[in-house]
């Protein structure tokens, strides 16, 4: 079966430092990968989307990025957190077959300082 | 022209009563419509889905209701328990390279016991 990972699973950043979040899918090749963004009380905002190694396409200009280095690996980065970087960041994945069905990791609580 | 809308932002049941969440769509070339539940901390699961060639889908005490004419589609839930009470979103995605879902902004439900 398949399975998502996200880590950390919490993480308190002062303004101005770097970010670096992992997400890693299990039991399945060549998945689409997606981040997102939930702002507290607030629906999700899609932020990336892969559909390969080095694929990628962003959905809302910020000072974040993603990088997908391996076929199961999807990274969300940033080089300066600002406070509005805040909220808790989800990484789904879909399937070749059943494509339109996204499935969410456990998301990473981010808190900037 | 990719908004979903949905209402209410809260609400508030009886256990073994219906709940009944509504969300309105705007861009005809979406073509898949999912439900989530997020329980607190947690992320999204995917609930149920469906196409606009049905007009009713039904798994268990969820039902999704379809209206492609009036652009709409709701989520009944039947026999309405606690261990239901979380937030639900709807989302709406279109055929591309990789199915991005735009979401609802989300309702919480809480279920009395």
């Known amino acids: 079966s398949q399975t998502i990972h996200q880590w950390p699973a919490t993480l308190v950043q002062p303004v101005g430092s770097p970010l670096s979040l992992e997400c890693t899918v299990e039991?399945?090749?060549?998945?689409?990968l997606y981040w997102y963004r939930q702002a507290a009380g607030r629906g999700l905002q899609l932020l990336f989307y892969?559909?390969?190694?080095?694929?990628i396409s962003s959905e809302v200009p910020q000072n974040l990025s993603a990088s997908r280095p391996q076929d199961r690996q999807f990274i969300l980065s940033s080089k300066k957190l600002l406070l509005s970087d805040s909220g808790f960041y989800l990484c789904?994945?879909?399937?070749?077959?059943?494509?339109?069905?996204?499935?969410f990791g456990p998301g990473t609580r981010l808190t900037v300082t | 022209q990719q908004q979903v809308k949905q209402s209410p932002q809260s609400l508030i049941v009886q256990k073994g009563g219906i709940s009944i969440i509504n969300c309105a769509y705007e861009?005809?070339?979406?073509?898949?419509f999912p439900w989530y539940q997020q329980f607190p901390g947690k992320g999204p699961a995917l609930l149920i889905a469906i196409r606009p060639d049905v007009s009713e889908k039904k798994e268990g005490r969820f039902t999704i209701s379809f209206n492609k004419s009036a652009k709409q589609f709701s989520l009944h839930i039947m026999d309405s328990q606690p261990g239901d009470s979380a937030t639900y979103f709807c989302a709406a995605s279109r055929l591309g390279s990789a199915r991005q879902l735009t979401f609802g902004s989300g309702t919480q439900l809480t279920v009395l016991p």
């Open positions: 039991g399945t090749s060549n998945p689409n």
């Open positions: 861009n005809t070339a979406f073509d898949y």
């Open positions: 892969s559909i390969g190694i080095d694929q």
């Open positions: 789904a994945w879909s399937g070749l077959v059943l494509f339109d069905e996204q499935y």
